[in-house]
């Protein structure tokens, strides 16, 4: 009986030690290779090649597999937590050719990969406004809930090439 005691004491223990060390904490984990990804696209240092982004994101359920359309861009809800560039996100952003995207009236967009974050433009263009140099497109993204409420202010940061 003493023995199982100081085991389970000891599993304890190990346990709390984990939960303690936030490099190990599973969501962390689970998505921070995706997030070097898409920092790699958005930031147009990479190929932007949203197909693939979005169906590796899908495979692993950080992403829904149903998006919503707005302007022939697909927004994917974000189901795990994803941080890219510091910044909680919100949805992933894409449109390309190779994929099944719906498509609007209109002008075809470009082949773009992005992230939707909620903090505010101002706070976004402060720490990454130096990527717009390079292409990145840093926006004012207006999220409207329903006519009772009021419109939240978004930011969206993407690449497309």
């Known amino acids: ?21 936030k490099s190990i904490s599973p969501a962390t984990t689970d998505t921070s290779k995706f997030a070097e990804a898409l920092e790699a696209q958005i930031s147009c240092k990479e190929k932007v ?13 950080v992403i829904s597999a149903t998006y919503d359309e707005e302007d022939s861009i ?4 974000v189901k795990k937590p994803l941080t890219v560039f510091g910044y909680n996100v919100l949805s992933v952003i894409a449109f390309d050719e190779d994929l099944p995207f719906e498509r609007g009236p209109g002008t075809l967009p470009p082949t773009l990969i992005g992230i939707l974050v909620p903090d505010r433009i101002k706070e976004v263009k402060a720490k990454l406004g130096y990527l717009e140099s390079q292409g990145v497109i840093i926006e004012e993204h207006n999220e409207s809930p329903g006519p009772p409420r009021k419109p939240r202010m978004r930011t969206e940061i993407w690449c497309s090439r």
């Open 74 to 77: 697909n927004i994917y809800r």
């Open 1 to 21: 009986m003493k023995c199982l005691v100081s085991f389970l004491i000891l599993l304890f223990c190990a346990i709390a030690t984990l939960a303690q060390n």
């Open 49 to 61: 090649q949203p197909a693939k982004a979005i169906r590796a994101l899908q495979r692993a359920g």
